[in-house]
């Protein structure tokens, strides 16, 4: 029993605050990105006999608290989730430096899920096939998502941009 504990542990030594991170740019808030964390490593706890040494570690959990926060949001009829600026800072995209409140601004007009997808690729730097199976999607799939998601990601950084 003391075992599992000290691997548990470990694990959340390694992954959360990798994981909180994630969770609070999807969700914009730190507590429920912190509870969100939890349910993640005792979702893992709970399941640990299903988990398949096959896979990663971090991409099983990133799909438990994925799961999670889909779940949270359904279960609390919340539609919208915000983007949270602090923790961006300034990112390189398509070869172009986006100032945080550009980013800010474009990102959260974004539908969840490609906000979400973003996340993913771009802060998490998840790659096609890490995403592909935290997110229970076809590479092909991801790979449309996140080309859609850059495009309106693109338009709502155009916008901006037209309007100042």
């Given at each position: 029993m003391l075992d599992i504990i000290e691997q548990i542990s470990e694990l959340m030594d390694e992954h959360g605050?990798?994981?909180?991170?994630?969770?609070?740019?999807?969700?914009?808030?730190?507590?429920?990105a912190e509870?969100?964390?939890?349910e993640t490593f005792i979702?893992?706890?709970?399941?640990?006999?299903?988990?398949r040494k096959d896979a990663k570690t971090r991409t099983y959990l990133y799909?438990?608290?994925?799961?999670n926060i889909k779940m949270y949001y359904r279960k609390n009829k919340v539609r919208e989730c915000v983007f949270e600026t602090a923790k961006a800072g300034i990112v390189s995209f398509e070869n172009k430096s986006i100032q945080e409140i550009d980013l800010h601004d474009?990102?959260?007009?974004l539908k969840p899920a490609y906000r979400q997808i973003i996340v993913l690729h771009y802060f998490s730097e998840m790659s096609i096939e890490e995403i592909s199976k935290v997110m229970d999607m076809g590479k092909s799939a991801v790979k449309m998502r996140l080309k859609r998601a850059r495009d309106?990601?693109?338009?709502n950084l155009?916008?901006?941009r037209d309007t100042l």
């Amino acid at each position: 029993m003391l075992d599992i504990i000290e691997q548990i542990s470990e694990l959340m030594d390694e992954h959360g605050d990798y994981l909180k991170r994630t969770a609070s740019i999807i969700t914009g808030d730190p507590a429920i990105a912190e509870d969100m964390v939890q349910e993640t490593f005792i979702s893992f706890y709970k399941n640990r006999k299903q988990f398949r040494k096959d896979a990663k570690t971090r991409t099983y959990l990133y799909r438990i608290l994925m799961n999670n926060i889909k779940m949270y949001y359904r279960k609390n009829k919340v539609r919208e989730c915000v983007f949270e600026t602090a923790k961006a800072g300034i990112v390189s995209f398509e070869n172009k430096s986006i100032q945080e409140i550009d980013l800010h601004d474009a990102v959260s007009k974004l539908k969840p899920a490609y906000r979400q997808i973003i996340v993913l690729h771009y802060f998490s730097e998840m790659s096609i096939e890490e995403i592909s199976k935290v997110m229970d999607m076809g590479k092909s799939a991801v790979k449309m998502r996140l080309k859609r998601a850059r495009d309106e990601l693109t338009r709502n950084l155009s916008k901006r941009r037209d309007t100042l």
